[in-house]
């Protein structure tokens, strides 16, 4: 366990019902494009509106990896470094995540329980969204992590 | 291909990442998702936490997995060309393609030098139509495993693969 991870970490106890925190992050079409450079997924969809348009999309969106760095970030914030994420997911994607507006992401403790055959974690279940703006909740479910207990 | 298929026998399709995860390959990706986790970036740091060395983001996990595009031999790349994954493996008409449930569930974080390989297994298809458009629902199982063989994680998605409406949609 790291110095920093001592210092940075979930208020304690954690019990379910606790939030998590948010996190926001600014998507411009020129970070879309560069989130999706980043994770070699070139599909037009993700860099051109015009290309999500003719897939039927209302304009460029983030792909998977995408929500996975979002949920994944959001839980380090919370937890701090040292955490062994278990889970991303399952996460139901019912929209797209759109390019041009603030992706934030949030969630709330569900589930708290020993961490199997090691006493020194804990393992926590979260239930996490991912909102825009004009109330769309493009991105919803679970994610589950291990803590130093 | 509809209805239920068995999650549990050969894979319909096999892809090897086209190269193994480098400190380089993590620097890249942490860097456009702004994430400062000192496990990413520092060796010491990582040590410092009980592992051999930095470890990457485990929402990288399928930027690993991913083949290459291109290669010495390879015909140029078709105008609109998308990640070559083995979403294709099942027989169903689209030409478009979304993923609308995702998980990703982990034995152990990745690390450098891991090559990961991809074995997909499909569980179900199903047709809908939906307001983007007339197609199926695939439902994947995809182990991800070492150069050594081991287990690193399992994919489990859907994805709707279709024929859009003319026009744009509202939503997915």
């Given at each position: 366990?790291?110095?920093?991870a001592q210092?940075?970490?979930?208020v304690?106890?954690?019990?379910?019902?606790?939030?998590?925190?948010?996190?926001?992050?600014?998507?411009?079409?020129?970070?879309?494009?560069?989130?999706?450079?980043?994770?070699?997924?070139?599909?037009?969809?993700?860099?051109?509106?015009?290309?999500?348009?003719?897939?039927?999309a209302?304009?460029?969106?983030?792909?998977?990896?995408?929500?996975?760095?979002?949920?994944?970030?959001l839980?380090?914030?919370?937890?701090?470094?040292?955490?062994?994420?278990?889970?991303?997911?399952?996460?139901?994607?019912?929209?797209?995540?759109?390019?041009?507006?603030?992706?934030?992401?949030?969630?709330?403790?569900?589930?708290?329980?020993?961490?199997?055959?090691d006493?020194?974690?804990?393992e926590?279940?979260?239930?996490?969204?991912?909102?825009?703006p004009?109330?769309?909740v493009?991105?919803?479910?679970?994610?589950r992590?291990?803590?130093?207990? | 291909?509809?209805?239920?298929?068995?999650?549990?026998?050969q894979?319909?399709?096999?892809?090897?990442g086209?190269?193994?995860?480098?400190?380089?390959?993590?620097?890249?990706?942490?860097?456009?998702?702004?994430?400062d986790?000192?496990?990413?970036?520092?060796?010491?740091?990582?040590?410092?936490?009980?592992?051999?060395?930095?470890?990457?983001?485990?929402?990288?996990?399928?930027?690993?997995?991913?083949?290459?595009?291109?290669?010495?031999?390879?015909?140029?790349?078709?105008?609109?060309?998308?990640?070559?994954?083995?979403?294709?493996?099942?027989?169903?008409?689209?030409?478009?393609?979304?993923s609308?449930?995702?998980?990703?569930v982990?034995?152990?974080?990745?690390r450098?030098?891991?090559?990961?390989?991809?074995?997909?297994r499909?569980?179900?298809?199903t047709?809908?139509r939906?307001?983007?458009?007339?197609?199926?629902?695939?439902?994947?199982?995809?182990?991800l495993?070492?150069?050594?063989?081991?287990?690193?994680?399992?994919?489990?998605?859907?994805?709707?693969?279709?024929?859009?409406?003319?026009?744009?949609?509202e939503?997915?």
């Amino acid at each position: 366990m790291t110095a920093v991870a001592q210092a940075i970490g979930p208020v304690r106890p954690i019990e379910p019902g606790q939030s998590i925190g948010s996190h926001t992050f600014p998507l411009s079409l020129q970070r879309l494009v560069m989130c999706s450079a980043a994770s070699l997924d070139f599909a037009p969809s993700h860099v051109t509106d015009d290309a999500a348009r003719q897939g039927g999309a209302p304009g460029a969106y983030a792909d998977i990896t995408f929500v996975f760095a979002m949920v994944e970030k959001l839980l380090v914030q919370w937890a701090g470094p040292d955490i062994r994420v278990r889970a991303l997911g399952p996460l139901e994607i019912k929209d797209f995540v759109l390019a041009g507006a603030d992706v934030i992401t949030s969630g709330s403790v569900v589930e708290v329980r020993p961490a199997a055959g090691d006493p020194a974690w804990t393992e926590v279940t979260v239930s996490v969204a991912i909102r825009q703006p004009g109330g769309r909740v493009p991105v919803s479910g679970l994610a589950r992590v291990e803590v130093p207990s | 291909m509809d209805g239920e298929a068995s999650p549990h026998g050969q894979p319909l399709a096999s892809q090897v990442g086209a190269e193994p995860v480098s400190a380089a390959g993590i620097r890249r990706f942490a860097e456009a998702y702004e994430m400062d986790c000192p496990l990413y970036w520092d060796d010491a740091a990582a040590r410092a936490a009980g592992l051999s060395g930095r470890i990457a983001p485990w929402s990288m996990a399928m930027t690993v997995a991913m083949p290459a595009y291109w290669k010495p031999g390879d015909p140029p790349l078709a105008e609109g060309f998308v990640p070559p994954f083995a979403w294709d493996c099942v027989d169903v008409p689209g030409r478009e393609m979304m993923s609308t449930r995702v998980e990703l569930v982990f034995e152990r974080p990745l690390r450098v030098g891991d090559l990961l390989r991809s074995d997909y297994r499909v569980t179900r298809v199903t047709p809908k139509r939906t307001s983007v458009g007339e197609g199926h629902f695939i439902d994947f199982e995809v182990s991800l495993t070492d150069q050594h063989g081991d287990l690193v994680a399992v994919e489990r998605s859907s994805v709707y693969r279709y024929d859009p409406h003319a026009g744009p949609a509202e939503g997915g």
